[in-house]
């Protein structure tokens, strides 16, 4: 996912929160980049939250990353607080994604963006195709075609919604501003 870097503009006094941290390398690397704002990550299991954690120690104890455990469905931030929100592979795990993009614009800044970044299996490698379904029916979670991706950003009311497709890696990015 390391291309997706390439669409996120991140400024050094950005406030940037990333749903579904994981092991915490998403953080790392937003902190290098943001070294004079906030970064922020919060994920639902605890087993990542602690390893998040341990991975980003010297940047919790120095104040400038903040990793919590909860849900996408109830972040525990006020509203307007981020400049930029990212979710690397998680969307497909959310309860109900279009609330759930919601409740993330909510803690967006007005102007500020959302990308959710995630392989996917519309592409014209067909062996990728099938590898990816396969992931996702064993389980029991969708994937989303980049066209239910936008009516889903649509009826969530982002703006200036564009999908950018990395098809020699089958990946996808999506973003929309509030």
Not at 59 to 66: C, D, M, T
Not at 101 to 112: F, I, P, T, Y
Not at 131 to 141: I, L, P, R, T, Y
């Amino acid at each position: 996912a390391n291309w997706a870097y390439n669409y996120i503009p991140v400024e050094l006094n950005s406030t940037i929160l990333d749903i579904g941290c994981g092991g915490g390398k998403n953080i790392q690397n937003f902190a290098k980049l943001a070294s004079n704002g906030k970064v922020y990550g919060i994920d639902y299991s605890e087993v990542s939250v602690e390893i998040s954690k341990k991975v980003n120690k010297n940047n919790i104890s120095s104040g400038l990353v903040h990793i919590s455990h909860g849900s996408v469905s109830k972040l525990p931030y006020e509203d307007n607080k981020f400049d930029i929100i990212t979710g690397f592979e998680c969307h497909f795990f959310w309860p109900n994604i279009i609330e759930d993009l919601k409740e993330v614009k909510r803690v967006l800044k007005s102007g500020g963006i959302l990308y959710l970044i995630a392989e996917t299996f519309f592409s014209e490698n067909e062996e990728h195709v099938k590898e990816v379904k396969q992931w996702s029916e064993m389980g029991n979670f969708p994937v989303y075609s980049p066209t239910e991706l936008e009516e889903f950003f649509l009826k969530a009311g982002y703006s200036d919604i564009e999908i950018i497709l990395e098809n020699d890696a089958n990946w996808l990015l999506i973003r929309g501003k509030k």
